[in-house]
C-alpha cells in the first residue's frame, strides 16, 4: 500500500486561490510567465504548469512557451475576485506625496468590489490606535492599508494592536516587525536609498565634486535617502568634507526662511555647486533665494527635489527623485487583497524602485 501524500492537493483551496491569483495576474498584465508567477507566489514551477494547464481545459487562458496569454480571441480572463466590505486606508497626511497613493488605492479596491474607507492624521501623532479602533468600530472593514508613525514610543503597541486586531493589513512606505522575535510585516515601500544614490550619481556624472544633502524632516524616509546618500559619496569618493547635510525645520516653522537663509550661506560658503533636497517645497524656496540673491540655477546651483510632485511645474522645472506612489498603492492593495484570499500565505514585502526625471535645473558646474 502506498504511503499517504503530505503534499498539497492542487485541486483543494489553496490550488484554486494560486489559480484566481494567476488569473488576476493574467487580467492586469496580459500575459503571465512561469518564472514570475513562481516569484510573486512562491510555488513550485510543476505546480504552477498543473495550474495553467487545469485553466486552458477550463477555457480561462491560453498556454505558451514558458507562460499563458488570454484565450483565443482575444477575451479576457475572468475578472478578479469580487472582495466585499471596505478596505481602511490610514495615511499621515490628506495633502502632498499621500493623495496619489490613496486615489490608485481606491482605484484598485473599487475594481475588487471594495469600498474605502478613508482616515489621515499627522506626522505629529503620537498613537493611532484610537482612529483604527474607530475605523473597525464603524464596521464591515476586510482589511487596512496603514502607515503609521514609526518613531514614538507607541509605535510597537500600535503595531501589536494590529497584529491582536485580527484583521488583515498591508504597511505602506513603513517597515516593521513583530515582537519578540523581528519577523518583518507585510509591506510596500519606495527604495528611497536608490533615489538618493540615482540622485547623486547624476551629479557626479555632471562633474560636481562638491554636493550638498538638504533634509526637511526627521523620518523613516529621511533615514533612507541620508544612508542612500552617504553610500553614493563612499562609491563616488566624495567625503564628509565636501558635502552638506542639513535638516530643515518645518516650512510652517517661523524659522523656516532663516534656516533657508543660513543653508544658502553655508552652501555658497563650502563651495557646494549642487543639492539633493527633501522634499519639492523645500527645494523651491532654496531655489527662489538662489535666483534672488543673482545666482544662476543651474550655472552656479543644480538643485535636484526628491519626491517630484510640483518640480516640472517651477521655472526652472527642477530635476526630481520620483517615488512611484501609485504603484505603491496598487501593490499594497494587491497585497491585502492575496492576504484576504489566503491568510495562510508567506509574508510578503516589497520594494519598488524611483524614478530620476531630469530638467533644468541640474547641468555641469560653472
Same mark, same amino acid.
Given at each position: ?19 484566481? $491569483? ?46 499563458? @496569454? ?9 475578472? *478578479?475576485? $469580487?472582495?466585499?466590505?471596505? #478596505?481602511?486606508? %490610514? ?52 482589511? %487596512?492599508?496603514?502607515? &503609521? ?27 516593521? *516587525? $513583530? ?5 518583518? !510585516? ?22 560636481? /565634486?562638491?554636493?550638498?544633502?538638504? #533634509? ?9 535617502? #541620508? ?16 558635502? @552638506?547635510?542639513?535638516?530643515? &525645520? ?13 543653508? !544658502?550661506?553655508? @552652501? ?12 519639492? /517645497? ?18 552656479? %546651483? ?33 497585497? %491585502?487583497? *492575496? /492576504? ?9 514585502? !516589497? ?16
Amino acid at each position: 500500500m502506498p504511503a499517504p501524500s503530505h503534499a498539497p492537493d492542487p485541486s483543494g483551496p489553496l490550488g484554486a486561490s494560486r489559480r484566481d $491569483r494567476i488569473l488576476d495576474a493574467l487580467a492586469r498584465d496580459g500575459e503571465v510567465r512561469v518564472s514570475q508567477l513562481a516569484a510573486d507566489l512562491g510555488a513550485a514551477a510543476v505546480t504552477l504548469r498543473r495550474d495553467l494547464q487545469q485553466l486552458e481545459a477550463d477555457g480561462l487562458l491560453t498556454r505558451v512557451h514558458g507562460g499563458a @496569454v488570454p484565450p483565443a480571441g482575444g477575451v479576457a480572463a475572468r475578472p *478578479a475576485t $469580487r472582495g466585499s466590505g471596505r #478596505i481602511g486606508v %490610514l495615511v499621515p497626511s490628506l495633502d502632498f506625496y499621500w493623495p496619489d497613493i490613496v486615489r490608485s488605492i481606491e482605484s484598485a479596491a473599487r475594481d475588487r468590489g471594495y469600498a474605502m474607507l478613508l482616515r489621515g492624521t499627522s506626522y505629529d501623532m503620537q498613537d493611532e490606535r484610537p482612529v483604527l479602533a474607530r475605523m473597525l468600530e464603524a464596521g464591515d472593514v476586510a482589511g %487596512l492599508v496603514v502607515a &503609521p508613525n514609526t518613531d514614538t514610543e507607541f509605535a510597537p503597541d500600535v503595531i501589536a494592536w494590529l497584529e491582536q486586531s485580527g484583521v488583515p493589513f498591508v504597511l505602506a512606505e513603513r517597515e516593521a *516587525a $513583530r515582537r519578540p522575535l523581528g519577523t518583518p !510585516l507585510e509591506s510596500v515601500a519606495t527604495d528611497h536609498a536608490l533615489g538618493a544614490i540615482l540622485a547623486a550619481r547624476h551629479l557626479a556624472a555632471l562633474g560636481h /565634486r562638491k554636493v550638498g544633502l538638504l #533634509i526637511s524632516r526627521s523620518s523613516p524616509t529621511s533615514r533612507k535617502i #541620508i544612508a542612500g546618500w552617504t553610500a553614493a559619496c563612499r562609491e563616488l569618493g566624495l567625503t564628509p568634507d565636501d558635502h @552638506v547635510e542639513r535638516i530643515l &525645520p518645518d516650512r510652517g516653522d517661523a524659522a523656516f526662511s532663516r534656516a533657508v537663509e543660513a543653508v !544658502l550661506d553655508a @552652501v555658497l560658503a563650502a563651495g557646494v555647486t549642487a543639492l539633493l533636497v527633501h522634499s519639492d /517645497r523645500e527645494a523651491m524656496a532654496l531655489v527662489d533665494l538662489a535666483l534672488a540673491r543673482g545666482l544662476a540655477v543651474p550655472g552656479d %546651483l543644480s538643485v535636484i527635489a526628491y519626491d517630484d510632485e510640483y518640480a516640472e511645474l517651477f521655472t526652472p522645472a527642477l530635476t526630481g527623485v520620483a517615488p512611484p506612489r501609485a504603484a505603491i498603492g496598487r501593490a499594497a492593495l494587491d497585497l %491585502l487583497a *492575496a /492576504r484576504i484570499a489566503d491568510p495562510a500565505r508567506p509574508v510578503h514585502r !516589497l520594494t519598488i524602485s524611483p524614478e530620476l526625471n531630469v530638467r533644468d535645473s541640474t547641468g555641469e558646474p560653472g
